[in-house]
């Protein structure tokens, strides 16, 4: 590989900021920089980490540029070519998806999705959706009524659809330890 597969340019950020305010902020992210580094470093070493340093999970900072890699280099059996394939299984056997998940173990998804879908996307008709499903979050607290509101939701539409894609709904059910109170009571109802 000749180059890094990610670049970033911050143009459009640093817009935002008042005059000399980053100047102001060089030295504290510079820091933080070299911090970040050091960990990579550190992580990829695969010494022994000093206690302060503990729990040390740098691996997502590389993660990116190793998947793209992968893709290049592997395509078909690659992880990113797997997960498109999965969503495009999910896109046809299902119009709602529904993600039981608490904290980090999900938040990634959930900020994705609200970072690149408009607002009312689950409002929308299939076909302004492109096919792609519905998506629900829940899981992260065990409020009965929420639940029992989606529940219904999605009951409604597979009685109106009973052999259609648009009456069925997959789950995704995220946990890191499997025994997360909150996602194990939401997948139970």
């Not at 994705?112 to 792609?132: D, H, I, K, V, Y």
């Not at 996602?183 to 109802?189: L, T």
Request: overall charge negative; glycine content about 8%.
């Amino acid at each position: 590989m000749t180059g890094p597969l990610l670049t970033y340019h911050p143009d459009a950020a640093l817009r935002l900021l008042r005059p000399g305010r980053l100047a102001g902020l060089q030295a504290a992210l510079e820091v933080a920089r070299d911090e970040t580094l050091n960990d990579v470093d550190q992580w990829q070493s695969g010494q022994p980490l000093p206690a302060e340093r503990q729990p040390l999970d740098a691996g997502f900072i590389q993660w990116p540029e190793e998947l793209l890699a992968d893709l290049q280099g592997n395509r078909a059996s690659s992880l990113v070519a797997r997960l498109e394939d999965s969503g495009k299984r999910l896109q046809q056997l299902a119009d709602s998806l529904v993600v039981l998940g608490i904290g980090g173990s999900y938040m990634g998804m959930r900020a994705m999705f609200e970072a690149l879908r408009p607002a009312c996307w689950n409002e929308l008709c299939r076909t302004s959706r492109q096919g792609a499903p519905r998506l629900y979050f829940d899981g992260w607290n065990v409020d009965s009524d929420r639940q029992q509101e989606l529940l219904s939701l999605l009951d409604q539409r597979a009685a109106a659809n009973p052999n259609a894609v648009d009456g069925r709904t997959a789950v995704i059910s995220i946990s890191k330890s499997g025994g997360t109170l909150e996602p194990a009571v939401a997948f139970r109802a």
